[in-house]
């Protein structure tokens, strides 16, 4: 399975940046798909996921400010973050969860919020 990443990049804080990922399978033959992000000397954390019902789920800290969204004819999943934060700094993979676990993910796009 394919997932590549796209969309990061150099941003100021309060900028805006869209990932995109579109992968080998279809994106409704999962249960879910999601974004994962790991920061320098953190441990990856699933920032938001959206259900093959179309539910979207975020961690706090991006709440009100990153939306998740999927594109079925283009097999696209979405992530579009706005108001961001140095902290939001990261590389940025998407994943899928088969059945109930996040636990495959492929190539990621690192997003650089900085003055």
């Known amino acids: 399975v394919q997932l590549q990443a796209s969309g990061g990049g150099f941003v100021q804080p309060g900028g805006s940046l869209r990932l995109s990922c579109t992968p080998s399978?279809?994106?409704?033959?999962?249960?879910?798909m999601g974004w994962y992000r790991q920061a320098p000397g953190k441990q990856r954390e699933l920032v938001a996921t959206?259900?093959?019902?179309?539910?979207?789920d975020y961690i706090e800290s991006v709440k009100g400010r990153f939306t998740i969204s999927r594109d079925g004819a283009k097999n696209t999943v979405y992530l579009q973050m706005n108001s961001l934060k140095p902290e939001d700094t990261g590389d940025y993979c998407c994943?899928?969860?088969?059945?109930?676990?996040?636990?495959?993910w492929g190539q990621g796009t690192l997003v650089t919020v900085s003055r």
């Open positions: 994943t899928f969860a088969r059945y109930s676990d996040f636990d495959y």
């Open positions: 399978i279809s994106i409704f033959s999962v249960n879910a």
């Open positions: 959206i259900t093959n019902a179309g539910r979207p």
